[in-house]
């Protein structure tokens, strides 16, 4: 399947169809800022891309951060809950 970049369905203003899920979820992107295997750029395009498409996301920057790291998590009533703030 060819690359296609996720802004130019947004040009055409149409999406591929696909099946809505049956509950509200909210997708947690997370992105280190020391991070150089992934640009910024591409991360922030994929963000805009799929709040565009009506998916609720939560982007945040850990400072400091490489591309691959741990998250610390604290346990909770709710069950395992984890620190990105």
Known sequence: MPERDALAYKEQKELPKVYKPRTSLTLVIVQGT???KTPREN???LV???RW???EVLYKEVQGAPHAFDIPA???EQGQEYAID
């Open 34 to 36: 020391l991070d150089t």
């Open 43 to 45: 991360t922030e395009q």
């Open 48 to 50: 805009e891309f799929l």
């Open 53 to 55: 498409a009506g998916t």
């Open 74 to 76: 604290v346990q909770s």
